[in-house]
């Protein structure tokens, strides 16, 4: 646990097979940095040891209606350690990039996934963010299958990231571990 006089240690570790999750996770790591804390910005695979961490972000890609498994993985493997810190985690998909109820419907779903990760008891927050649908990045089948997505869900190519309702996420959740750590003290 951090004191008054040393910083915040954040983790902030994602999984982002074509890299527009990467650049979410490295701009909540900025946004945290810019608040104080000390932050590491790791991809998943990356991660070492989590003792040392006050808390933890850890954020994917939705594919196939589901978190990267590797960062499910993640989580499952580091439960008893991830129980006991505040935990913000999110996803970034395509669901949410049209606005459309159905598409607010699966990132709910989206969202009870990863909240069933952790105990009930644990501090989780849970947010979903639009992202990216480029159908120039990646390998061929990749190229391929994001033109038949964009036909089949309706959703045009584009970046739907949303960098003011990120950072207002992120900032709302380290002034939520601020908050409950004065009513701790
Ligand atoms: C193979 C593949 C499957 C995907 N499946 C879903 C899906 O089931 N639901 C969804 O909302 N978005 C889906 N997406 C969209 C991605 O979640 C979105 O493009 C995300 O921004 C990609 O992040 P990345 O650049 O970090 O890989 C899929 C994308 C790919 C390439």
């Not at 527009?20 to 695979?45: C, K, M, P, R, Y």
């Not at 040392?52 to 589901?66: C, E, K, L, N, Q």
């Not at 990120?166 to 908050?179: D, E, M, N, T, Y």
Request: glycine letters at 10%; a neutral charge; proline letters at 4%.
């Amino acid at each position: 646990m951090s004191t008054f006089l040393s910083p915040d240690r954040v983790l902030v570790a994602y999984g982002s097979p074509l890299g527009s999750t990467a650049e979410v996770a490295a701009f909540i790591g900025e946004n945290l940095a810019e608040q104080g804390a000390a932050v590491d910005v790791l991809q998943i695979d990356h991660v070492g040891e989590l003792g040392h961490y006050d808390r933890v972000v850890v954020g994917s890609a939705i594919r196939y209606d589901r978190w990267l498994p590797q960062a499910t993985a993640f989580v499952e493997s580091n439960r008893d350690t991830l129980s006991r810190v505040p935990v913000a985690m999110f996803f970034t998909c395509l669901a949410l990039a049209n606005g459309s109820a159905k598409g607010e419907r699966k990132a709910a779903g989206y969202a009870d996934q990863l909240r069933g990760l952790l105990p009930e008891s644990s501090d989780v927050q849970v947010r979903g963010f639009a992202g990216v649908l480029d159908p120039s990045r990646g390998p061929l089948w990749i190229r391929v299958l994001l033109h038949m997505l964009s036909r089949v869900s309706g959703v045009a190519p584009g970046d739907y990231r949303d960098w003011d309702a990120i950072r207002a996420w992120a900032l709302g959740a380290s002034r939520r571990v601020a908050h409950t750590e004065q009513r701790l003290q």
